[in-house]
C-alpha cells in the first residue's frame, strides 16, 4: 500500500496547528547598547541609582500629576519606546487614575441626566430637550 497522501494528509493538519510565527518586535525588553550597559554598570559601583532620576527635579512626576487635563496631555505626549519598564509602570498607573477620573465625570454626568426634574418645573411638562451649548449641528 501507499502511505505517502496519508502521510502528506498529516503533515498538513500538523502545519495548520502551528502557531503562527511571531513578530520579532523589540517592544519594552529590548537589547541595550554597549554604551547604555556601560553607563548603568558605572551607575551601580558609584552606589548611584540606574534610573535617571534628574527627570524628578524639572516638574511633577506623572505619578503625582492630579488627573485632568494636563494629566492627559502629558501621557498623550509621551514616548512609550522611550520609557524604561519602572517609567512605564508609573505611565501605566497614571492612566488608570486618569481613566477612573474621566469615568466618575460621565457618571456624574449621566445620573445629572436622567436624574429627578427640578422642584420648580413639578407640574409643568418637559420641555424637549435642545442642543447642548458650544455643539453644532
Same mark, same amino acid.
Given at each position: !500500500?501507499?502511505d505517502?497522501? =496519508? *502521510?502528506r /494528509?498529516?503533515e498538513r493538519r /500538523?502545519? =495548520? *496547528?502551528?502557531?503562527?510565527e *511571531? ?6 525588553? #529590548?537589547? !541595550?547598547s554597549p ?5 548603568l554598570f558605572r551607575q551601580l559601583?558609584a552606589g548611584?541609582?540606574a534610573?535617571d532620576?534628574?527627570?524628578g527635579?524639572?516638574? %511633577?512626576?506623572l505619578s503625582?500629576q492630579?488627573?485632568?487635563a =494636563?494629566l492627559?496631555?502629558? /501621557?498623550s505626549?509621551c514616548? /512609550?519606546e ?5 517609567e512605564?509602570?508609573?505611565? %501605566?498607573?497614571?492612566?488608570? *487614575?486618569?481613566?477612573?477620573?474621566a469615568e466618575?465625570? $460621565?457618571?456624574?454626568? %449621566?445620573? $445629572?441626566?436622567?436624574g429627578a +426634574?427640578a +422642584?420648580e418645573s ?5 420641555a424637549e430637550?435642545?442642543p447642548?451649548r458650544?455643539?453644532? #449641528?
Amino acid at each position: !500500500m501507499n502511505d505517502a497522501p =496519508e *502521510r502528506r /494528509l498529516q503533515e498538513r493538519r /500538523l502545519q =495548520e *496547528r502551528q502557531l503562527p510565527e *511571531r513578530e520579532t518586535s523589540p517592544g519594552p525588553l #529590548k537589547a !541595550m547598547s554597549p554604551g547604555v550597559v556601560d553607563y548603568l554598570f558605572r551607575q551601580l559601583v558609584a552606589g548611584n541609582p540606574a534610573e535617571d532620576i534628574q527627570w524628578g527635579r524639572e516638574g %511633577v512626576a506623572l505619578s503625582a500629576q492630579p488627573p485632568g487635563a =494636563e494629566l492627559a496631555r502629558r /501621557l498623550s505626549e509621551c514616548d /512609550l519606546e522611550a520609557l524604561t519598564p519602572t517609567e512605564l509602570f508609573h505611565y %501605566v498607573r497614571a492612566a488608570q *487614575r486618569l481613566a477612573s477620573w474621566a469615568e466618575s465625570l $460621565r457618571e456624574d454626568a %449621566v445620573a $445629572r441626566y436622567c436624574g429627578a +426634574p427640578a +422642584p420648580e418645573s413639578a407640574g409643568r411638562e418637559p420641555a424637549e430637550p435642545g442642543p447642548a451649548r458650544g455643539i453644532d #449641528k
